[in-house]
């Protein structure tokens, strides 16, 4: 078992930037590849990004790459997501999960295997 806890969200202006943190505990957790998703309301949840086991491979969807950078420090059992340029339609419910099969990890929510309550961003006009 893994508790994912997130924090680091809030309200910013457009172009502002924001760092999400999501820090594990229970299981060792360079034994697990990590992603963040989001979900807007009336959307589905969709995937942001994702990281290796040892941090060496990131992958990023397309609506957010080159603004948003995801990293990991296995010390200190916490991924981040760093956030720049933000724009409105960024706003949404993040979540962390945590993946104990691929050493990738997946674009597909349904292979994560935990996930953590979620932290609001939203981003104003």
């Known amino acids: 078992q893994v508790q994912l806890v997130e924090s680091g969200g809030g309200l910013v202006q457009a172009g502002g930037s924001l760092r999400l943190s999501c820090a594990a505990s229970?299981?060792?957790?360079?034994?697990?590849?990590m992603g963040w998703f989001r979900q807007a309301p009336g959307k589905e949840r969709e995937f942001v990004a994702r990281?290796?086991?040892?941090?060496?491979?990131?992958y990023y969807a397309d609506s957010v790459k080159g603004r948003f950078t995801i990293s990991r420090d296995n010390a200190k059992n916490t991924v981040y997501l760093q956030m720049n340029s933000l724009k409105p339609e960024d706003t949404a419910v993040y979540y962390c999960?945590?993946?104990?099969?691929?050493?990738?990890?997946?674009?597909?929510?349904?292979?994560?295997?935990?996930w953590g309550q979620g932290t609001q961003v939203t981003v104003s006009s």
């Open positions: 999960a945590a993946d104990q099969v691929y050493y990738s990890g997946s674009y597909y929510s349904r292979e994560y295997d935990y």
């Open positions: 990281i290796s086991r040892g941090g060496a491979s990131t």
């Open positions: 229970g299981r060792t957790f360079v034994n697990y590849a």
